[in-house]
């Protein structure tokens, strides 16, 4: 049997009057009742901004109050999958923890904005959430060749510049 929101309240209401004359058990089933009506989902740490080098583990954190729908999560508005020793889940979803595990980072498959979502509870209460996008920034590694060339290439321009500048001044 299934209740919706007011019904609840209103059997709650009734269960409060009869426990105070039938004991503590009705009680019990009052407080249950009024911590399922109370309770909505609602996120408790949502995911931040991380940067990782490519190769790299990093877990993306996301944990749910009273999480009673199913967990998933978005990177650049497109739904990502779980796949072992690629994208996992970090902690047990039973006690809110939609934490993911992003393995062996990679610019090519793991830089962009990535949501935390959790479906609705129920049809009836439609709490279900979303974290605000948050950005994961594989870093790119410089080679050190290609910075000795662009370290050369500077002075070479500056040189040029400084010659460039001697030649302008007017001869006296």
């Known amino acids: 049997m299934t209740f919706d929101r007011d019904e609840k309240?209103?059997?709650?209401?009734?269960?409060?009057?009869?426990?105070?004359?039938?004991?503590?058990v009705l009680g019990?089933?009052?407080?249950?009742?009024?911590e399922d009506v109370m309770a909505l989902q609602q996120f408790d740490r949502q995911p931040i901004y991380t940067e990782v080098n490519p190769g790299e583990?990093?877990?993306?954190?996301c944990i749910v109050l009273n999480k009673r729908g199913s967990c998933s999560w978005q990177k650049d508005n497109k739904p990502v999958g779980i796949y072992a020793?690629?994208?996992?889940?970090?902690?047990r979803q039973e006690d809110g923890d939609c934490s993911l595990w992003i393995r062996q980072a990679s610019l090519d498959f793991d830089d962009g904005a990535w949501e935390c979502q959790v479906t609705a509870s129920d049809f009836i209460t439609q709490?279900?959430?979303?974290?605000?996008?948050?950005r994961l920034v594989v870093r790119v590694r410089i080679h050190a060749r290609a910075q000795l060339k662009v370290t050369?290439?500077?002075?070479?321009?500056s040189t040029i510049g400084h010659?460039?500048?001697?030649?302008?001044?007017?001869?006296?």
Do not use: H
């Not at 583990?57 to 954190?61: G, Q």
């Not at 020793?85 to 902690?91: F, I, L, N, R, V």
């Open 9 to 24: 309240k209103s059997l709650s209401a009734s269960l409060l009057l009869a426990s105070k004359s039938e004991g503590n």
């Open 28 to 34: 019990v089933i009052r407080k249950e009742m009024e």
């Open 57 to 61: 583990d990093k877990k993306l954190d």
């Open 85 to 91: 020793k690629k994208y996992e889940w970090a902690g």
């Open 127 to 134: 709490d279900a959430l979303t974290s605000n996008p948050v």
């Open 152 to 157: 050369a290439l500077c002075v070479f321009l």
């Open 163 to 172: 010659f460039l500048a001697l030649k302008r001044r007017p001869q006296r």
